[in-house]
């Protein structure tokens, strides 16, 4: 497995920023470059969390939209890509659809996969320490799975006008400033980190802002987001980079 591109933060189903149908449209133009440009075989495709402004699965119902880019993932699955799926705190409740449906493989944060020989220490970023007693609180809600069996019980309809409104307040912790105390949260965890274990590349997503940055031995990326940036990283099999989608 030689490329990888890391994608994150699309927020798709709000109408924040660009509106979502037309943020969708370029992540799928950014999936057929990949398909057009890279070979199946050896192309990674890894979605860093909150692609999704909300997804919950109930046993027979999804929420709905989206199906443009659902289709091109599955068709890039279908072809041979490996598609893998990190949850973020937006879009954490996904029970096997997103796996047997569209063929992505969900993986765990963080995930510490080695990728041509390169070590990579991945998470979304909204778990990484040291957490406020909220913050800790609502990973611990949401992560609960008497909570995630409760909620199956709310109609689709209810269910979702919740977590508008839930994200809608989310949001707005997010500045569009660089957020310097986050960067600087991440910066000290790989630090700490690297004194126990080397990685080569850390990635995470969650801040909303692109950044690249030598740590030591290591190499740190945020992915940035799908809502202003339109920024992702890209692995060559060597060394990592991050670019962005303009047209
Ligand atoms: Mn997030």
């Known amino acids: 497995m030689r490329y990888a591109f890391f994608i994150s933060d699309a927020h798709l189903g709000t109408d924040a920023y660009t509106p979502s149908k037309q943020r969708e449209l370029k992540l799928i133009k950014l999936l057929r470059y990949i398909q057009d440009r ?27 939209g989206f199906v443009r880019l659902l289709g091109t993932l599955a068709d890039l699955t279908d072809s041979g890509y490996k598609t893998y799926f990190l949850p973020g705190n937006h879009d954490q409740w996904t029970f096997g659809y997103l796996s047997e449906e569209v063929g992505i493989e969900v993986v765990p944060d963080p995930w510490t996969p080695e990728l041509n020989s390169k070590k990579f220490f991945i998470s979304h970023g909204h778990k990484i320490p040291p957490l406020t007693l909220s913050e800790r609180l609502i990973n611990t809600l949401f992560e609960s799975s008497i909570a995630r ?13 919740i977590a508008k409104k839930w994200s809608h307040t989310s949001r707005q912790n997010h500045p569009d400033v660089p957020p310097r105390k986050a960067l600087e949260k991440y910066e000290k965890f790989i630090t700490q980190m690297e004194k126990r274990t080397h990685y080569d ?3 995470f997503a969650h801040l909303h802002y692109p950044i690249i940055k030598r740590i030591g031995n290591s190499v740190y990326v945020n992915t940035g987001d799908w809502l202003t940036h339109f920024s992702f990283a890209i692995f060559d099999g060597n060394t990592i980079k991050l670019a962005r989608w303009e047209d």
Request: charged share 20%.
């Open 149 to 161: 069996k409760m909620f199956k019980f709310v109609h689709p309809d209810l269910g979702i006008w």
């Open 201 to 203: 590349f850390y990635l």
């Open 38 to 64: 890279y070979p199946p075989k050896e192309t990674n495709i890894i979605l860093l969390g909150d692609i999704f402004d909300f997804w919950f699965e109930w046993k027979h119902s999804v929420p709905a």
